[in-house]
């Protein structure tokens, strides 16, 4: 029987990557224990905060390898997002070997595809793989999938347990919840969690801020039982003000300089950056030094 298999609080792992973009493995360790001793015990590996778009099947293996090594025993989600179907496969079958709690299935990018299109790549895939499989709405990168094409597909395709909806609408984690259906609601655009509790439209939340600041994601979540508390809404305004900085950068750029600022591991990336966003990059991370000092005053300090 489906149903929220996936549920609390994930933080959307960052891929740290070297100049010749192999896995900064060392620094994907340090970001892993600063997580586990903030209690964070879901993690995403390859989604879209770690730049899906540029991982090989050899970039995988080494992001589950160090993942074993540091984090045994919890619970793994394993985006498998490419151009097409047999990488999309490939990945999957990846992800199932190495013990993935799902996968995330984001619809293939670059094109634009119509409803029919993604329905029938969902179905070849979902068939294809022996690991749960999770709808992963991503409309900022891919084709977006419309509530009724994702109910309609959680509903009739067996090992489909659900969705991670990365897009600005509520709708489809509404449509779930109205008519019913049994499935993992899962929020992935950190900029609709606080709508999401307020509304009891989801189960969890796969979050890139949580990579960074996994006190104040946790703090939200931890919250939905009192949205209507003076703390909620402090909160949720912290929340915007980080989203507002992120939203001037790729986001994970952004919250590799976020990691950095708290001392996690120093920011690096398998492109050149611009002398003017180096330098943004380092305004962003003397705001954030200042804005962190605002979570003391609601009792959550966070430190380094």
């Known amino acids: 029987m489906k149903g929220p298999l996936v549920h609390g609080v994930y933080a959307a792992l960052l891929s740290p990557r070297h ?11 340090r970001l892993l224990e600063f997580l586990l001793e903030r209690d964070i015990a879901g993690f995403t590996v390859n989604g879209a905060t770690g730049e899906l ?11 589950f390898s160090v993942v074993h090594r540091i984090a045994r025993d919890t619970k793994i989600l394993c ?27 984001p619809m293939p990018y670059f094109f634009p595809y119509e409803q029919q299109d993604l329905e029938v790549f969902v179905h070849e895939v ?12 991503l409309p900022e990168f891919t084709t977006r999938l419309d ?35 049994p499935s993992c609601r899962i929020v992935g655009n950190d900029g609709i969690l606080v709508g999401a509790l307020l509304e009891g439209v989801c189960d969890g939340v796969v979050s890139g801020v949580a990579c960074v600041l996994p006190e104040l994601i946790r703090a939200i979540f ?9 703390r909620f809404k402090q909160l949720s305004d912290l929340l915007d003000e980080v ?45 954030f030094r200042q804005w962190q000092e605002k979570l003391s005053a609601i009792d959550l300090p966070i430190g380094q």
Request: proline share 5%; charged share 20%; aromatic share 4%.
């Open 243 to 287: 989203r507002q900085q992120l939203g001037r950068f790729p986001t994970p750029w952004a919250l590799k300089w976020i990691a950095e600022a708290r001392g996690v591991c120093n920011a690096s990336f398998s492109q050149p950056v611009a002398s003017l966003r180096k330098q943004q990059g380092r305004e962003l991370m003397k705001w």
């Open 147 to 181: 509530a009724e094409t994702s109910c309609r597909i959680i509903r009739d395709v067996p090992n489909v347990i659900g969705i991670k909806d990365s897009g600005q609408s509520l709708a489809t984690l509404r449509q779930l919840t109205e008519q019913k259906i």
């Open 53 to 63: 778009c540029l991982t090989t099947p050899r970039h995988l293996r080494t992001l």
């Open 222 to 230: 931890d919250e939905q039982a009192h949205t209507a508390s003076a």
């Open 79 to 105: 985006g498998i997002g490419t151009a097409g179907t047999a990488g999309t496969i490939e990945l999957a079958k990846i992800a199932a070997g190495e013990g993935a709690q799902a996968a995330l299935l």
């Open 126 to 137: 979902a068939a294809s793989v022996e690991l749960p499989v999770m709808l992963y709405n």
């Open 19 to 29: 100049p010749d973009d192999s896995i900064d493995e060392p620094a994907l360790a």
